[in-house]
């Protein structure tokens, strides 16, 4: 899904082109929409992912074929290629990797669970977390520590945090909520992260659309930082609810009932970590480090994975430039840019349940073939998970096929005024994101689009030097908060998923708590961070305006969690 486009943004199967999607966009216009629109509103009626993303992949291989074949031929062609995309999701490298990285994920869990680890972490937290205040606090400084990477992010805070967050009852759509918004948000923003490379190098790309070659992209980049209202603006309405208490929305339903003994929905949760499989041995001594070291060892062979293999990748000046000053932070910067995240996250998993299965065997907790077992049964907990990956991937490559981006930046981008255009490229990117899942798909899309077109505006409008390359980094940080702001009111979204996933909370309940939340803080963005920024006010002034915005929303529209 986000990472759909790799780092050299190239479709998610061999058998996506270009040409078709013209043509599908040309012939189908409006009706590109009908596979997300039919996953989407699916999903919110059935209360079934599954089925939803089925019928959704279905619905667009049916009008793949259609166009081309007789409609009764056509349901045959449309179920053998819903069954070649999914062959071909699961055949892609970076999928494969990011399956085996969530189903190891799920062995580790199972084994720091058994030997107590979790539970110990979860005594201790709550000892020192002695309201619900301070346990989303712990929850919100746990996911922006996890920095490096969202899809770690999900698969790390809520196993550990479930305990505590149930403890207080807090409701586990909060939970959920807490992990996206500090997932996707903390890792875009991060100048060390698995997003950089491709962050960087559509910048690079995209500028060499409009002849511009010599662009330090990494600079930009930097220089965009500011302007990332809905990252910012997420992560503090994340700590606000928690200091202040208060909630609306669903999410204000949500919490009233957890507080009334509810702890959490069962119509469609997505893993089953709770169940007896993985309650702590009896008898053993619960040890926080039977979770804490596995996960700093997940965490530290993490770092040293995207050092390495972004290290082979690199060659020429910057290879050497690296080799002269290995620790420097252009040389952290190039690695992790460079790296392939999928197998660097799938090695540090795989690396750090071998921890774990040797220390309960040193601790006497289990033998070999026990480890091994309890190992193999945390997989078998986040195969649900892996059949939504598959067929949202899926999904998204029959989106890509039908050209339903293409038709979305054709229809809304006619009208460049100025003034609104980063308002509209931030709106478009969200519509792109929300209809295909990919904030990543997102960004390789619109950015190529976006910076021509922010130049092109600029320059009409007499601005040059400074004023215009601030204007470009605007719209720059539109398309990269955009993608993130449509991901997370998604529910076809991956990292949706695995935060849902990692909270152990209905996936409906998550995506219907969020979707309120993620739509008031990009409001605030858009008047209270983009529009006056283009009409000239400071970022800075701006950034303030949108987090007293943020405040005065809580303080009228909240209402208090007792």
Same mark, same amino acid.
């Given at each position: 899904?986000?990472?759909?486009?790799?780092?050299?943004?190239? #479709?998610?199967?061999?058998?996506?082109?270009?040409?078709?999607?013209?043509?599908?966009?040309?012939?189908?216009?409006?009706?590109?929409?009908?596979? #997300?629109?039919?996953?989407?509103?699916?999903?919110?009626?059935?209360?079934?992912?599954?089925?939803?993303?089925?019928?959704?992949?279905?619905?667009?291989?049916?009008?793949?074929?259609?166009?081309?074949?007789?409609?009764?031929?056509? &349901?045959?062609?449309?179920?053998?290629?819903?069954?070649?995309?999914?062959? !071909?999701?699961?055949?892609?490298?970076?999928?494969?990797?990011?399956?085996?990285?969530?189903?190891?994920?799920?062995?580790? $869990?199972?084994?720091?669970?058994?030997?107590?680890?979790?539970?110990?972490?979860?005594?201790?937290?709550?000892?020192?977390?002695?309201?619900?205040?301070?346990?989303?606090?712990? =929850?919100?400084?746990?996911?922006?520590?996890?920095?490096?990477?969202?899809?770690?992010?999900?698969?790390?805070?809520?196993?550990?945090?479930?305990?505590?967050?149930?403890? +207080?009852?807090?409701?586990?759509?909060?939970?959920?909520?807490?992990?996206?918004?500090?997932?996707?948000?903390?890792?875009?923003?991060?100048?060390?992260?698995?997003?950089?490379?491709?962050?960087?190098?559509?910048?690079?790309?995209?500028?060499? *659309?409009?002849?511009?070659?010599?662009?330090?992209?990494?600079?930009?980049?930097?220089?965009?930082?500011?302007?990332?209202?809905?990252? *910012?603006?997420?992560?503090?309405?994340?700590?606000?609810?928690?200091?202040?208490?208060?909630?609306?929305?669903?999410?204000?339903?949500?919490?009233?009932?957890?507080?009334?003994?509810?702890?959490?929905?069962?119509? +469609?949760?997505?893993?089953?970590?709770?169940?007896?499989?993985? =309650?702590?041995?009896?008898?053993?001594?619960?040890?926080?480090?039977?979770?804490?070291?596995?996960?700093?060892?997940?965490?530290?062979?993490?770092?040293?994975?995207?050092?390495?293999?972004?290290?082979?990748?690199?060659?020429? %000046?910057?290879?050497?430039?690296?080799?002269?000053?290995?620790?420097?932070?252009?040389?952290?910067? %190039?690695?992790?840019?460079?790296?392939?995240?999928?197998?660097?996250?799938? %090695?540090?998993?795989?690396?750090?349940?071998?921890?774990?299965?040797?220390?309960?065997?040193?601790?006497? $907790?289990?033998?070999?073939?026990?480890?091994?077992?309890?190992?193999?049964?945390?997989?078998?907990?986040?195969? $649900?998970?892996?059949?939504?990956?598959?067929?949202?991937?899926?999904?998204?490559?029959?989106?890509?096929?039908?050209?339903?981006?293409?038709?979305?930046?054709?229809?809304?981008?006619?009208?460049?005024?100025?003034?609104?255009?980063?308002?509209?490229?931030?709106?478009?990117?969200?519509?792109?994101?929300?209809?295909?899942?990919?904030?990543? @798909?997102?960004?390789?899309?619109?950015? #190529?689009?976006?910076? #021509?077109?922010?130049?092109?505006?600029? =320059?009409?409008?007499?601005?040059? @030097?400074?004023?215009?390359?601030?204007?470009?980094?605007?719209?720059?940080?539109?398309?990269?908060?955009?993608?993130? &702001?449509?991901?997370?009111?998604?529910?076809?979204?991956?990292? =949706?998923?695995?935060?849902?996933?990692?909270?152990?909370?209905?996936?409906?309940?998550?995506?219907?708590?969020? +979707?309120?939340?993620?739509?008031?803080? @990009?409001?605030?963005?858009?008047?209270?961070?983009?529009?006056?920024?283009?009409? !000239?006010?400071?970022?800075?002034?701006?950034?303030?305006?949108?987090?007293?915005?943020?405040?005065?929303?809580?303080?009228?529209?909240?209402?208090?969690?007792?």
């Amino acid at each position: 899904m986000k990472r759909v486009f790799l780092f050299l943004f190239l #479709p998610i199967l061999a058998f996506c082109d270009e040409d078709l999607a013209a043509k599908n966009s040309e012939f189908f216009g409006i009706l590109t929409l009908i596979p #997300p629109l039919v996953a989407i509103a699916l999903a919110f009626i059935t209360k079934d992912v599954i089925f939803s993303l089925l019928l959704g992949v279905l619905s667009g291989t049916f009008m793949i074929s259609v166009s081309e074949n007789g409609i009764f031929s056509s &349901f045959i062609k449309a179920f053998t290629d819903l069954c070649a995309r999914v062959i !071909g999701s699961m055949a892609d490298s970076w999928n494969a990797g990011i399956l085996l990285q969530v189903l190891c994920i799920g062995g580790l $869990i199972g084994l720091i669970t058994k030997m107590g680890g979790t539970k110990a972490l979860a005594i201790w937290l709550s000892q020192r977390a002695k309201t619900p205040l301070l346990s989303q606090i712990s =929850t919100w400084f746990m996911g922006i520590v996890i920095f490096f990477d969202d899809y770690a992010n999900a698969l790390i805070v809520g196993p550990i945090m479930k305990p505590v967050i149930d403890k +207080f009852k807090v409701s586990r759509a909060k939970l959920a909520f807490i992990i996206d918004a500090t997932a996707a948000p903390i890792t875009g923003l991060a100048i060390i992260s698995t997003w950089i490379g491709l962050e960087i190098s559509l910048i690079k790309s995209s500028y060499e *659309i409009i002849g511009i070659t010599d662009i330090n992209a990494f600079a930009v980049f930097i220089e965009t930082i500011p302007y990332r209202f809905y990252n *910012i603006f997420m992560l503090f309405f994340v700590l606000c609810t928690a200091l202040m208490s208060r909630e609306f929305g669903p999410m204000y339903k949500a919490e009233m009932a957890a507080r009334s003994g509810e702890l959490h929905k069962q119509h +469609f949760t997505i893993s089953n970590l709770d169940s007896q499989t993985f =309650t702590p041995k009896e008898g053993i001594v619960l040890r926080k480090r039977n979770a804490l070291v596995p996960i700093l060892v997940m965490i530290v062979a993490s770092f040293i994975g995207f050092y390495f293999n972004g290290l082979a990748t690199l060659e020429g %000046e910057t290879l050497e430039a690296v080799k002269a000053a290995p620790l420097s932070f252009m040389a952290l910067r %190039e690695t992790f840019g460079g790296a392939d995240a999928s197998v660097v996250l799938f %090695e540090a998993a795989l690396f750090s349940s071998l921890v774990a299965i040797i220390m309960g065997i040193s601790q006497k $907790i289990y033998g070999v073939k026990e480890g091994i077992e309890i190992w193999v049964g945390g997989w078998k907990t986040m195969i $649900i998970t892996v059949v939504i990956l598959l067929l949202a991937w899926s999904l998204s490559s029959v989106i890509k096929d039908l050209g339903t981006a293409k038709y979305l930046v054709e229809a809304l981008s006619d009208t460049t005024p100025k003034v609104l255009l980063p308002i509209l490229i931030f709106i478009l990117g969200s519509f792109i994101s929300f209809s295909t899942g990919t904030s990543f @798909g997102t960004m390789g899309i619109l950015m #190529p689009l976006a910076i #021509p077109l922010a130049h092109a505006v600029g =320059t009409h409008y007499g601005l040059d @030097g400074n004023e215009l390359h601030a204007y470009m980094c605007v719209n720059i940080s539109g398309v990269l908060t955009g993608a993130i &702001f449509g991901d997370h009111c998604s529910p076809i979204s991956d990292t =949706t998923i695995l935060s849902s996933m990692g909270a152990g909370c209905d996936h409906i309940e998550h995506v219907s708590t969020q +979707f309120v939340y993620a739509l008031s803080v @990009g409001a605030i963005t858009i008047l209270l961070g983009y529009l006056p920024v283009a009409f !000239g006010l400071s970022v800075w002034l701006s950034l303030l305006l949108g987090m007293i915005g943020v405040v005065l929303l809580l303080k009228i529209v909240g209402k208090k969690v007792d």
